[in-house]
């Protein structure tokens, strides 16, 4: 194993090598500390934009770092909460069918990291709660020149508090509407050593959460627990081994509210049923995740820095559920069907070997990031169906059955396939000063993937005993930096992506395997500028950019049994954002985005597609966030979010209309180490889509709740 051999290298590390003082890579940081809702966060080093640690000032591309101060400040209660603070993603929770649009392109094509592992899979990126992530970074276009395939609209990677050389204490009560009731905590202590070679540092952060939810018999239950150990063995070696563990439980699921008839034009539903809830009164939605990671870091001298990190996944996911509601012509009763009972058992495992080294190509200064990684990734699903309707209800007064019994389908789980994906990578970043204001920064990422399906139900011509495929990707990044004047650059990049052209690798069927012989390519041309002004009290970043994704799989025009992969998908876009600190007691940040996304080709049902805009993509996303301190202890604060009409059909014929939330937020700083927090999300109880399935049903998002807060540290 590559980490048990890194590990006894590391151990002959010669005794004049300094310590490492934090995670590789190191950088230094341009940037003052900035206000977790005033200037934008430019000068932290950042895990997802590049592996030299670059800065998103530094990198030719859109990065935003939503920091642990900015979640605290805005009372973000899980992962997808956080997102609102990127520019332009828009996110939903529906149980099934976790989404995230970004830059015009849908889940599929957007890689949800953590801690810059890929996990393959977008349900595995079901909200989580926020306490225990110290961070959410988010790179914007293609990007599988970092993290692999799976990533032409952008990687968003949710990254877990780890130990600090440091030792505190901090914790959290929440209660609020619909019977919420939360707990939290957090301790980081150096458990051995005088805070030299031979310390320890350990840190647990745990959460517990129940509450009821704003739909009828709905009810959730979590808790998340993330440690970690920090071993400082001296001449510049050090060792992290973190786990993490998180259980969630969702009674009689929400998936959705059927629309009115007739479905023409601007879809509607009506508000009597807002808060019903039509799926099997003992409908589930349960999972259970574990990670496991052992970084080793050595910093061999002040030019070349390695790191080792062995990685360990293991989640199961079970769902019972009855999921699709439609109402009759006449809308006096609705239809449930979609019944479903499945588990999907997924497991992990790799070895990450990697290396910076900084130095000089002709006498310019010349950063190195290298590393090779190699993963098993393997997931079996249980599927079980009913076929047809389960029953006709009234809309407003009705009981639903236990699952089994109104069904027809037994209990009990019969694997279908497994999905066997195995990957190894081999990847090299640079970044060298042309002239002392000029940078440029190019990547390259190569790629072979080999993909085993094998077959555990009866085999047939259209599912073989077993099938397999392999895929050799090479992704790379070219882009350059010009620091035009002191705190305002220009930049300008191009970089390429691969990703699979239907769905994901680690539930592909047989059909797509056979049919589609290759990755989908995506290329982004992306300028932009970071700039601060107004005496630095303010700063702003701006990008204009032009992604195309060619290869998807589409409807053969000449046979709708069959795909081929000459289907081509594009999105042309500008963002926003700018952040500003008037005054000491005087903050404000706001993004605007525009993207203009469509097919190029594509066909579905026989009928082109061509100029019309993915399903659930809207134009226009908006954001606002002003705080202003009444007292050097009260802060009162506000958050305006703006999203854009989406589509609800391929033909474009059916929208949901714009939408727009208001939150409202006062704090009271009581001492020094305690804090009381007062909430009230969507203000003005707006009746609202956070994801439109289809043309008989939307998934609606939550009204107005309340909650306080009670937060301590020392």
Do not use: C
Request: proline share 4%; no cysteine; glycine share 10%.
């Amino acid at each position: 194993m590559l980490g048990v051999a890194f590990l006894l290298l590391a151990a002959s590390a010669p005794a004049g090598a300094q310590s490492v003082q934090g995670s590789l890579p190191q950088v230094d940081v341009v940037d003052e500390a900035v206000s977790a809702t005033g200037r934008l966060n430019l000068g932290t080093p950042s895990e997802t934009g590049s592996r030299l640690g670059l800065t998103p000032r530094e990198t030719p591309g859109s990065v935003t770092i939503v920091d642990r101060a900015t979640i605290d400040a805005r009372g973000a209660q899980d992962t997808q909460e956080i997102l609102r603070a990127v520019p332009g993603i828009t996110a939903h929770n529906a149980p099934g069918n976790v989404g995230v649009s970004y830059r015009g392109f849908g889940t599929g094509s957007i890689s949800q990291l953590f801690n810059g592992i890929n996990v393959q899979y977008s349900i595995a990126a079901r909200p989580v709660d926020s306490w225990i992530y110290d961070r959410v970074e988010v790179l914007g276009g293609p990007s599988s020149f970092l993290f692999g395939s799976g990533a032409v609209g952008g990687s968003i990677n949710y990254i877990t508090k780890l130990a600090q050389r440091a030792d505190f204490t901090e914790g959290q009560l929440r209660f609020g509407t619909d019977k919420l009731a939360e707990a939290s905590i957090g301790l980081n202590r150096r458990v051995a050593g005088d805070g030299g070679a031979g310390s320890h540092y350990f840190r647990i952060d745990a959460n517990a959460r129940d509450a009821d939810s704003w739909t009828d018999g709905t009810g959730s239950r979590s808790a998340q627990i993330a440690t970690s150990l920090l071993s400082d063995f001296g001449s510049g070696f050090t060792h992290t081994l973190a786990y993490e563990y998180q259980k969630e439980t969702v009674d009689r699921p929400y998936w959705g509210t059927p629309v009115l008839n007739p479905a023409i034009g601007t879809l509607t539903v009506d508000p009597g049923i807002r808060f019903k809830n039509y799926n099997s009164a003992d409908g589930l939605y349960e999972q259970e995740v574990q990670w496991l990671r052992s970084m080793a870091e050595w910093r061999v001298n002040d030019a070349l820095q390695l790191r080792n990190t062995f990685y360990a996944y293991d989640a199961l996911r079970d769902y019972r559920n009855v999921e699709t509601y439609r109402y009759n012509a006449f809308n006096t009763a609705v239809i449930r069907s979609g019944a479903l009972l499945q588990r999907h058992d997924q497991r992990l495992v790799g070895d990450r070997i990697e290396g910076i080294y900084r130095g000089q190509l002709g006498g310019m200064r010349s950063d190195w990031s290298f590393g090779l990684d190699y993963s098993v990734n393997k997931q079996t699903r249980f599927p079980k169906s009913g076929s047809g309707t389960v029953s006709t209800v009234d809309p407003y007064s009705f009981t639903t059955g236990n699952f089994f019994q109104e069904t027809g389908l037994a209990p009990g789980f019969s694997p279908d396939r497994d999905n066997k994906t195995t990957t190894t990578a081999v990847y090299l970043e640079n970044r060298t000063a042309l002239v002392p204001t000029v940078n440029l920064v190019t990547a390259l990422r190569h790629e072979r993937i080999e993909l085993d399906l094998t077959n555990r139900r009866a085999v047939t011509a259209a599912n073989p005993a077993s099938f397999s495929r392999s895929y050799d990707p090479t992704t790379g990044r070219i882009g350059i930096v010009w620091d035009v004047a002191p705190g305002a650059n220009l930049y300008a990049q191009y970089a390429t992506a691969a990703d699979p052209p239907s769905g994901v690798l680690t539930t592909a069927s047989f059909a797509d395997v056979r049919n589609n012989s290759e990755l989908t390519t995506g290329r982004q041309v992306e300028v932009g500028s970071k700039v601060d002004f107004w005496e630095r009290k303010g700063n702003a970043t701006l990008a204009l950019y032009s992604i195309e994704r060619k290869n998807i799989a589409t409807q053969d025009p000449n046979n709708s049994a069959l795909t081929v992969l000459v289907g081509e998908q594009s999105a042309k876009g500008v963002e926003l954002a700018v952040g500003l600190q008037p005054t000491p007691r005087w903050s404000i940040q706001a993004n605007a985005t525009y993207v203009d996304a469509q097919y190029d080709r594509f066909n579905q049902g026989g009928v082109s597609l061509a100029g019309k805009t993915p399903n659930n993509t809207p134009s226009t996303v908006a954001n606002l966030w002003m705080s202003y301190a009444f007292t050097p202890s009260v802060e009162g604060s506000v958050g305006l979010r703006y999203v854009g009409q989406v589509y609800a059909d391929a033909a474009n014929t059916l929208v949901w209309p714009s939408y727009t939330l208001v939150d409202l937020a006062l704090s009271w700083q009581i001492n020094k180490s305690v804090a009381l927090i007062g909430r009230v999300r969507n203000a003005t109880d707006k009746l609202y889509a956070a994801n439109v399935a289809s043309d008989t049903q939307v998934y609606l998002g939550p009204p107005r709740t309340a909650d306080l807060t009670l937060r301590v540290a020392f």
